[in-house]
């Protein structure tokens, strides 16, 4: 049976519509069709919801225990006065600063473009017995400056500048000749291509071209898209449906970051994987996941995940909801099709998060707060 207008419209107005009820059905009036009929109601119930996608590969990550530009530029002073603008930038001078000034190994390790779990790695390349991690630097980094350093303090900041003048000395890290035609070094760039020295020039001002040249082989905004990628992903969609639920006094779980997090959800209330939300916390009706893509291979990736939480739901005699938002979603119309149909259209963006209210599970719960 070909599509009524009536069949039309709901799919078409299946994306932005808050009734639930009429999701439900435009998913049921796709799953009815056949052959071309299924193909064009499938077009049209996708189009309602791309509708409603909206990017974020624009967006970066405000972390709180990122520096902000005036602190990073005291932290680069400090390390440029510690070394005489880097005129001794040896391990001891390095050092030094290092422990009066914690904060200047993010400056430092700019320089050498690495992040925190690379220098731990450069480190015990110096020194195999030294047991540093990445987080422990991190931790170091964001550290207060000490009033009296304490002997593991002091081992860290030795241990961070034996590393990066050995990394600037090329005595680590060095590109194999087998592979130096296909690959550069992290120091092949104009301030580190000769050392020291090309620190020491380019540290009174570098043309405004050299500063468009390294955004465009390593981007500016990489470090922090990378250090805060699952923050990111929390922050834009996950914060506003808390505030939300916050704001309509509904009582929630929300998932801790990572996989222990997840694992503790799952095993509070019998259902893998654990869900980003269960609504409410006690005697729980609703399950909520949270996915944004920005290309178009990871979503099918996160549909899976959605497709697995809802059957695990199904298994709880719980009603699951998928939150998704990303250009990727339009990139790969079949996996947010999958998810759309395997949720019964309880598919939402950040632009109709709040017709979720609508929801009974959550009128049911917020009526009775």
């Known amino acids: 049976m070909s599509l009524s207008d009536d069949e039309r419209r709901i799919l078409e107005e299946a994306g932005g519509n808050p009734n639930p009820v009429d999701r439900q059905r435009a998913v049921g009036i796709y799953l009815r069709k056949t052959g071309p009929d299924r193909a064009r109601a499938a077009d049209l119930l996708v189009k309602g919801f791309l509708d409603h ?13 990122m520096a902000d ?11 440029a006065d510690g070394t005489g603008d880097f005129s001794r930038p040896d391990a001891e001078s390095l050092a030094e600063v290092l422990q009066r000034t914690p904060a200047a190994l993010a400056p430092l390790r700019m320089i050498v473009g690495l992040t925190h779990n690379e220098l731990a790695v450069a480190i015990r390349l110096t020194n195999p017995d030294a047991g540093v991690s990445g987080e422990a630097l991190k931790k170091f980094e964001r550290s207060p400056a000490p ?9 860290l900041a030795t241990g961070i500048a034996g590393a990066i003048t050995a990394a600037m000395s090329r005595e680590i890290l060095a590109v194999p000749s087998s592979a130096a035609v296909h690959f550069h070094s992290k120091l092949d760039k104009r301030d580190t291509r000769d050392g020291w020295s090309s620190v020491r020039a380019d540290s009174t001002g570098v043309p405004y071209s050299a500063l468009l040249y390294q955004r465009y082989v390593g981007g500016v905004w990489r470090q922090v898209q990378d250090a805060y990628s699952e923050v990111k ?13 916050d704001e309509h006094g509904i009582p929630y779980h929300h998932t801790r970051p990572g996989a222990s997090g997840a694992r503790e959800t799952a095993e509070r209330y019998g259902m893998s994987p654990g869900p ?10 609703l399950v909520v996941e949270s996915k944004v893509g920005e290309d178009g291979g990871t979503v099918r990736d996160k549909a899976a995940r959605i497709k697995s939480m809802t059957s695990a739901a199904d298994h709880r005699g719980l009603k699951a909801c998928a939150l998704v938002d990303g250009k990727g979603w339009t990139e790969r119309t079949t996996a947010l099709l999958e998810v759309i149909v395997t949720t019964q259209g309880r598919t939402y963006t950040l632009s109709t998060l709040d017709q979720i209210l609508q929801l009974p599970e959550i009128q049911a719960v917020s009526h009775g707060a």
């Open 69 to 79: 530009e005036e602190s990073f530029a005291d932290a680069y002073a400090s390390l």
């Open 147 to 155: 009033e009296q350093a304490s002997p593991r303090h002091e081992r």
């Open 276 to 285: 980003d939300f269960v609504i409410p916390d006690e005697s729980p009706t």
């Open 233 to 245: 992903g929390d922050a834009v969609l996950e914060f506003p449906l808390r505030d939300l639920l």
């Open 53 to 65: 996608l909206r990017p974020s590969f624009h967006l970066i990550p405000k972390g709180d225990s």
